[in-house]
């Protein structure tokens, strides 16, 4: 069933994803505010508004089951989006307007510098006034700072962070021997830094035989042509590129390696998606490596019952990117309501230190020592739909990503120095 959307007070619009039955409602309890605070506008829109469809799809998915089973009856979740614009400030303002509307539960990710401000503010929050204590759900800011010397009581990532995502990809380039040099290059932000750090960093370890030929930070979300960094990429030889870029600034990188006539591969965090693959066309094929949480054509009939249940919600090709991990995320919220009766900050949070969701053929958990979620990651190399391995294509453009790693949930795990501080 597709259900409705409902304006909200403050003229934004708000994915109430409930049962247009309003009559029933009248008795029951008030709905479970989430509060989703994203850039919903700007360089990065894009970004904001998959996810607005991919935590949208799940919490339809609760509501169409009743709600969330508490203490006070069924309750419904309802999804209130804020538009940060992409900025820390912008974020800081939206965090306040979602704790006035009611909400308990906030929602980010597309950038770890705002995660990282809405952590601060939420823990000062959180201390001066317990009696309107919000959660901090995190679902791609992936700054590993994030979950070690910034972890929070209050926060917790579903998201692998950057040095579980490296080492996964790390893992295929290790085998790819024709490679001899890289080419690192990142968005000049604490994301984009951690990434180039900890490239460097593995090669070291694993692959001291492949030389870094350029190590380059640019502005987020400011550069509108590559060409001249695609250039000196092209002009240093380097085999392969390295990047954590995302949104557009991948987008527009990869659309200028083949302008450039690079003819090198693309090790990548977000490579699978948002134009990348129409950007590159054939010039991606066999060229394009992308690490995630999972793709659409991970093998098995859950998988593919879920992709396919996704695509029948959302059918235009533009909507085409969906994340297990979101999906996962909300279920272990409802989950962990239930198991607290209700939606006290601290009990829920007790309870979602010990969830253990299961999607899609995907099983993750959360560790409570640092809130990070373990979960297990895939690794994509770019192909033609219709090879072997590539039933599906993405965002309508003929090009899909063939699994050519599965790396389990034990196997992604690594050490956190998280010294969680906990309520009194």
């Known amino acids: 069933m597709r259900l409705p959307l409902i304006a909200s007070r403050r003229a934004l619009v708000s994915l109430a994803a409930v049962f247009c039955f309003a009559p029933a409602w009248a008795q029951s309890p008030a709905p479970i505010k989430l509060a989703l605070i994203e850039g919903l506008s700007g360089p990065f829109g894009n970004t904001g508004e998959a996810v607005v469809r991919n935590i949208a799809w799940a919490v339809e998915r609760v509501n169409a089951r009743g709600g969330v089973k508490t203490a006070q009856g069924m309750r419904p979740m309802v999804l209130e989006r804020y538009d940060s614009k992409g900025q820390s400030e912008e974020a800081l303002s939206a965090l306040k307007s979602a704790i006035d509307d009611g909400a308990q539960v906030v929602l980010q990710g597309n950038s770890s510098a705002n995660a990282a401000a809405l952590i601060d503010a939420i823990n000062k929050h959180n201390e001066r006034e317990p009696a309107k204590r919000v959660l901090f759900l995190n679902y791609s800011a992936v700054d590993p700072i994030l979950t070690n010397e910034k ?132 010039a991606g094929v066999d060229r394009v490596i992308a690490v995630a949480d999972w793709l659409p054509n991970v093998p098995g009939k859950a998988s593919e019952a879920f992709y396919q249940s996704f695509r029948q919600r959302f059918s235009k090709p533009s909507e085409d990117y969906v994340h297990v991990r979101m999906q996962l995320m909300v279920e272990a919220l409802a989950q962990a309501v239930e ?34 979620f373990q979960q297990p990651l895939v690794v994509g190399v770019m192909q033609r739909q219709g090879v072997p391995g590539v039933p599906f294509d993405v965002e309508g453009s003929g090009y899909g990503f063939k699994v050519v790693r599965q790396i389990k949930a034990e196997q992604a795990r690594l050490p956190s120095s998280c010294q969680m501080v906990r309520p009194g």
Not at 200 to 209: E, G, V, W, Y
Not at 352 to 358: F, I, N, T
Request: hydrophobic share 45%; net charge positive.
């Open 151 to 282: 972890c929070s009581f209050w926060h917790f990532r579903f998201d692998a962070h950057a040095d579980m995502r490296m080492t996964a990809l790390m893992q295929v380039l290790q085998a790819d021997k024709k490679v001899k040099s890289a080419y690192l290059i990142g968005q000049d932000y604490s994301f984009g830094q951690a990434v180039l750090r900890e490239a460097k960093r593995q090669l070291a370890d694993k692959r001291p035989d492949v030389k870094v030929v350029g190590d380059e930070l640019h502005p987020m979300g400011r550069v509108k042509d590559f060409l001249p960094y695609a250039a000196k990429i092209k002009a240093s030889g380097a085999q392969a590129v390295i990047t954590g870029n995302w949104g557009n600034d991948l987008t527009l990188l990869v659309k200028a390696a083949r302008e450039a006539g690079y003819e090198g591969k693309f090790y990548t965090f977000y490579g699978n998606a948002l134009g990348a693959p129409a950007a590159l066309g054939d």
């Open 339 to 372: 198991k607290a009766g209700g939606t006290d900050p601290v009990a829920v949070a007790l309870a979602l230190e010990k969830a253990r969701v299961s999607m899609a053929g995907q099983t993750g958990f959360m560790r409570a020592e640092d809130h990070q």
